[in-house]
């Protein structure tokens, strides 16, 4: 698992098509209170990457 931090300009989109346009699965996190204001759109915009996990908690979680 490689955690990858939104730096500078680019939009976490382009970062996460970028670095995961090769991996097997990519797993993205998204907040509950972007889907009550954009919608299905937060989901979109991922072309370059393959087969993809949205998750999102209630809490934070830790990864070890």
Do not use: C, H, P, W
Not at 41 to 59: P, Q, S, T
């Amino acid at each position: 698992i490689e955690t990858i931090a939104k730096t500078g300009e680019r939009s976490k989109k382009e970062i996460i098509n970028d670095i995961s346009s090769s991996a097997d699965m990519t797993i993205i996190g998204f907040q509950s209170e972007a889907v009550k204001q954009l919608g299905e759109k937060i989901f979109d915009g991922y072309d370059e990457v393959g087969n993809i996990v949205f998750v999102n908690a209630r809490d934070e979680k830790e990864i070890k």
